[in-house]
């Protein structure tokens, strides 16, 4: 039920940084683990990081040590920032809880997504 809206992408150089936001419609303070997803043309989504309610992370390989998510329960938002962006990072990202799978209450629907490009 609720939705959320991404932004904050855009065109990057290889090695430039973003901040990516995450604004949910209603309460995220119920939603144990919220995440980052990413989608590139013609691979299935994944997940890009997640975040519990007690500040637990964690990241998939590929990112670890460059992107780091973060949230503000109080404000309904989710964060993710990007540093050292490399070709492999272009995507559409999308916010969701974690797990995006239907027995979890806190699954909503998928939004618009935000598009990175990186791109020398």
């Known amino acids: 039920q609720v939705q959320f809206v991404e932004s904050g992408g855009g065109l990057v150089e290889p090695g430039g940084s973003l901040r990516l936001s995450c604004a949910a419609s209603?309460?995220?303070?119920?939603?144990?683990?919220m995440g980052w997803y990413r989608q590139a043309p013609g691979k299935q989504r994944e997940l890009v990081a997640h975040?519990?309610?007690?500040?637990?992370?964690n990241y998939a390989d590929s990112v670890k040590g460059r992107f780091t998510i973060s949230r503000d329960n109080a404000k309904n938002m989710v964060y993710l920032q990007m540093n050292s962006l490399n070709y492999e990072d272009t995507a559409v990202y999308y916010c969701?809880?974690?797990?995006?799978?239907?027995?979890?209450?806190?699954?909503?629907?998928w939004g618009q997504g935000t598009q990175v490009t990186v791109s020398s």
């Open positions: 209603g309460s995220i303070s119920k939603i144990y683990r």
């Open positions: 975040i519990s309610n007690g500040g637990i992370v």
């Open positions: 969701n809880a974690w797990p995006p799978i239907n027995d979890n209450p806190g699954f909503g629907s």
